[in-house]
């Protein structure tokens, strides 16, 4: 049995190409490698790789993590600037047992001794977003954009090996240096073959603060299914910092366990997520908060439509 699950709809066409890697016997590690470099290179996601938003200095700065649920093998980069591919660069990180998790021109240096390829991260159209972004806040203080589109995934392959893996440019306006959840192991993801996976994304100063993904795994060993470890995790966490601090952030995750059952939740509207399991289509999801379940409905054909449309839209300074 193999299965894949990703966050957000723009994961679709990477996690079908990913999953024919998967029915031909292939590694987890590769089809999540794969399936996240699609999106890396896809110039019209505006919160991942190329393409992705910049900080408030007009950088793009990239988070991604990976882990390997068979070894615990764990590999990060945070606040990279101008790779092609963070996503690989995390992977080949988690080969070593020292120096797994490299920031900035560390990261870069160790990305170009790797040879892996340079880029131009920032694209023209990230920058006509940045301008109006400045316009709309020039009487105001800058404050990060509230919309979250990480990518996380978890692939569970026919050997039984659970991968997660993530990559973003998290939020846009960012200062300069800001990491969020997506490249800490136990916050934007976590892999354990003998159980399950999880990832996230959302406000990662939220997420990190529950070790969400950990946390999932954790309940999930504890026999939880993956619905009831990310539904219980994600109502805790939400409930905690609305009684703490009075509010939340956005907080949305998915799960497999190592049969392949999957489980979603989230605290924002119309969170999409994607599942490809062996013998099925790849499905689009859509989740919606309803009390403190967790409404989930396969995409209708007409949002599927509107999605690529709203995404590659012209846009004018
Ligand atoms: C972060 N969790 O950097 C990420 C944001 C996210 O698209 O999901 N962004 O906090």
Redesign the pocket.
């Known amino acids: 049995m193999w299965a894949m699950i990703a966050t957000w709809r723009m994961a679709l066409e990477g996690v079908s190409e990913a999953g024919k890697l998967l029915q031909e016997g292939k590694s987890s590690g590769e089809a999540i490698e794969h399936a996240i470099r699609c999106v890396e290179d896809f110039p019209y996601y505006k ?2 790789g190329y393409g992705g938003l910049p900080n408030e200095e007009m950088v793009v700065e990239l ?1 991604a993590g990976y882990m390997d649920g068979s070894t615990m093998a764990m590999g990060a980069v945070a606040g990279i600037k101008d790779f092609a591919n963070p996503i690989s660069i995390a992977k080949d990180l988690s080969k070593d047992t020292v120096n797994c998790v490299l920031v900035a021109e560390g990261a870069e240096k160790y990305a170009s001794k790797k040879g892996f390829e340079r880029k131009t991260m920032l694209t023209d159209r990230a920058k006509i977003h940045y301008r109006k972004r400045i316009k709309l806040l020039k009487e105001e203080e800058l404050k990060p954009y509230d ?4 990518v996380g995934e978890v692939a569970l392959d026919s050997q039984g090996k659970i991968v997660a893996g993530t990559s ?4 846009f306006m ?1 200062k300069a240096g800001r ?4 490249p800490i192991v136990g916050g ?1 993801f976590y892999a354990d073959s003998e159980v399950g996976g999880a990832t ?6 939220d ?1 990190m603060k529950g070790c969400i993904s950990y946390e999932i795994v954790r309940k999930m060993k504890e026999g939880l299914s993956p619905q009831e470890a990310c539904q219980k995790t994600v109502n805790e966490l939400d409930a905690k910092l609305k009684k703490s601090r009075g509010f939340a952030g956005d907080l949305s995750v998915v799960a497999i366990d190592k049969d392949g059952n999957f489980g979603c939740a989230t605290n924002i509207k119309n969170f999409s997520f994607v599942v490809y399991r062996q013998g099925e289509e790849p499905i689009v999801y859509l989740a919606n908060p309803v009390g403190n379940q967790t409404e989930i409905y396969p995409a209708s054909q007409e949002w599927m439509d509107n999605y690529m449309k709203e995404r590659i839209v012209p846009i004018e300074e």
């Not at 919309?147 to 990480?150: A, P, R, S």
């Not at 973003?168 to 939020?171: A, D, N, Q």
């Not at 996230?200 to 100063?205: D, K, N, V, W």
Request: hydrophobic residues 25%; proline residues 0%; without cysteine.
């Open positions: 919160s991942v988070d919309g979250h589109d990480t973003t440019s998290g939020l960012k990491i969020g959840d997506s934007g996230a994304t959302g406000l990662g100063e997420l």
